[in-house]
């Protein structure tokens, strides 16, 4: 059953005044329609480097996109289901329903079908359950508390396990790194 995420985003009335201004389940979820089960719930978005923390627009409420925007960052929770649950039917189409550039890459999808390489530092938590991260050169297991720094590394998110693996993701704008 999917998770409802409460998001609670603060920020400054009229007279300059902390306040709560947004809070509730986020509304903004992205179903995936090439991958039953999978799902995307869209926390924060930023632009700009520095962000402007000034405004009352909800800027989580953009349509949902795999990738920051240039000087942006992206915060929000995925839901990777099991494998065994029919898995992942069509990674082409996964990756345009976010309107990706970072495609995978056809000819180098041996270890897993959703490998693929991100313009982006991403700073993941996982927060219940486990799944696999694979590299070119190796995996490891990853389980609820553990924190990852994906410096736009080729990678795959694989569940093996019998339940869904939600993870806590901020991305960040970054050069494409430099491969030999």
């Known amino acids: 059953m999917p998770q409802s995420i409460r998001r609670i985003v603060t920020g400054h009335d009229a007279s300059g005044r902390s306040n ?10 992205m179903e995936m329609a090439a991958w039953p089960g999978a799902r995307i719930t869209e926390l924060w978005v930023t632009s700009e480097a520095p962000v402007d923390n000034d405004g009352l627009v909800d800027r989580g409420a953009r349509p949902i996109r795999h990738d920051p925007e240039p000087l942006g960052t992206i915060f929000r929770v995925v839901e990777i289901p099991p494998e065994s649950e029919g898995g992942l039917q069509d990674t082409e189409a996964v990756f345009a329903q976010m309107g990706s550039h970072n495609k995978p890459d056809a000819g180098d999808q041996s270890k897993h079908a959703t490998m693929h390489v991100t313009d982006s530092l991403d700073y993941l938590v996982v927060i219940s359950g486990e799944m696999h991260m694979l590299m070119e050169d190796g995996e490891t297991l990853l389980k609820q508390g553990d924190c990852i720094v994906q410096r736009g590394t080729k990678h795959a998110w694989v569940n093996r396990s019998g339940k869904p693996c939600i993870i806590a993701a901020v991305l960040v704008d970054a050069k494409r790194a430099a491969r030999t």
Request: charge should be negative; glycine fraction near 10%; hydrophobic fraction near 40%.
């Open 20 to 29: 709560i201004t947004f809070e509730g389940d986020a509304p903004n979820i």
